[in-house]
């Protein structure tokens, strides 16, 4: 497609399950990021990739949190033991490179968990 | 460490007239600025940057942002707004050699005909 993609647009989970959201970046670009964003906030970073390589894990809250681009194409967050403050939106997005070129951004997950 | 700081939660404006969304911003270094828009259920949209050279930048929508390094901001303007402007807007910071993009808190803006 020619925009970001992400699936699920929703997802409710009960406190306790995993989860997994994918996001298919735009065709051609090197770098992919996830940011979530809670409820009347900005994005805040969470990793970043560089084609298949995580350059950058610094914003990952805990070690439940797990994300891959094994074919430095399309990603994937995963959360274990899913919590009730991991309620957010998790947004991906992609660039050319990791320069001065503008990220563009998927619609996001929603993600209540309960 | 990068911050960035929009003051007003909201900003209303009757359509026609011009309209203003501040930021400010705190970094070492060289920055790279963004302003995105974001409608409700939907992602981040990309309106304008600023990496170098004219400090005046004219994006999409009519839009456009100054930087000002003495003052560091990079106010986003409209000469004319539209009630179809209505929506979230949201100032961010890049360092130049580093990829992670820093956001505001985000600034509503209300555009009422």
């Known amino acids: 497609g020619a925009g970001v993609s992400q699936s699920p647009r929703y997802k409710v989970a009960k406190r306790g399950q995993d989860v997994a959201l994918r996001c298919d970046p735009i065709?051609?670009?090197?770098?992919l990021f996830w940011y979530q964003q809670a409820l009347g906030q900005g994005p805040e970073f969470l990793t970043y990739?560089?084609?298949?390589?995580?350059?950058?894990k610094s914003g990952l809250p805990s070690d439940r949190f797990f994300a891959e681009r094994p074919e430095g194409s399309v990603s994937t967050l995963k959360i274990q033991r899913t919590q009730q403050e991991d309620s957010a939106v998790y947004l991906c997005?992609?660039?050319?490179?990791?320069?001065?070129?503008?990220?563009?951004f998927g619609p996001g997950t929603r993600l209540t968990v309960l | 460490a990068q911050s960035v700081a929009q003051p007003e939660d909201q900003v209303n404006v009757a359509e026609g007239n011009p309209l203003t969304v501040k930021c400010t911003y705190s970094v070492s270094g060289n920055p790279y600025l963004f302003w995105y828009v974001q409608y409700p259920n939907r992602g981040l949209q990309f309106l304008l940057k600023y990496i170098t050279g004219d400090n005046l930048v004219k994006g999409s929508y009519g839009f456009e942002a100054e930087f000002n390094k003495s003052q560091t901001s990079f106010h986003l303007k409209k000469p004319s707004a539209l009630v179809s402007d209505s929506a979230l807007y949201f100032c961010a910071v890049r360092v130049r050699g580093y990829s992670t993009l820093t956001f505001g808190k985000g600034t509503m803006l209300l555009v009422s005909p």
């Open positions: 065709s051609g670009h090197v770098s």
């Open positions: 997005a992609s660039s050319l490179d990791r320069g001065a070129d503008t990220q563009y």
């Open positions: 990739f560089q084609n298949e390589a995580q350059l950058d």
